[in-house]
């Protein structure tokens, strides 16, 4: 089931700008995604919940992570479909079925290039996964 996921849109001179109203965004000067043309890049995203916990599991947080990517490129007129490349750090790679499962779940059909990485940890204390993607939007 798909979460809720609030995203706004700005415009920057030829940049779309999507916020999710983190408070990290203002504070390190930087957007959710970014489209300029038909490209879309998305910042690396923690599975932070609307109430600013984090689920117990990486799989959970993956899901949230997931959802919160999906919900800015769609925000910016672009689609699951349209990403061609995901990258995901976790900071315990014995743990990548769990966090590939809910790639699948997304991105099964699509098949994104996808880089899985460990690192020693992330942003937040107990943050255990984040994701980044890129996507291409085709026009016409």
Not at 14 to 43: C, H, M, N, Q
Not at 82 to 91: G, L
Not at 107 to 128: D, K, N, Y
């Amino acid at each position: 089931m798909r979460q809720s996921v609030h995203v706004s849109v700005s415009t920057h001179g030829p940049r779309r700008l999507a916020s999710t109203g983190s408070p990290w965004e203002p504070k390190a000067g930087y957007s959710r995604a970014v489209r300029i043309g038909g490209t879309i890049a998305v910042t690396g995203t923690i599975g932070l919940e609307p109430d600013g916990s984090l689920a117990p599991t990486a799989g959970g947080q993956a899901r949230r992570a997931l959802a919160i990517v999906v919900a800015s490129i769609e925000a910016l007129g672009g689609q699951a479909s349209d990403v061609i490349r995901t990258r995901i750090y976790v900071t315990d790679i014995g743990r990548f079925e769990e966090v590939a499962a809910e790639h699948a779940e997304v991105f099964a059909a699509i098949r994104p290039a996808l880089t899985m990485v460990e690192v020693s940890r992330l942003i937040l204390p107990g943050a255990l996964v984040e994701v980044e993607a890129d996507a291409v939007v085709l026009e016409g």
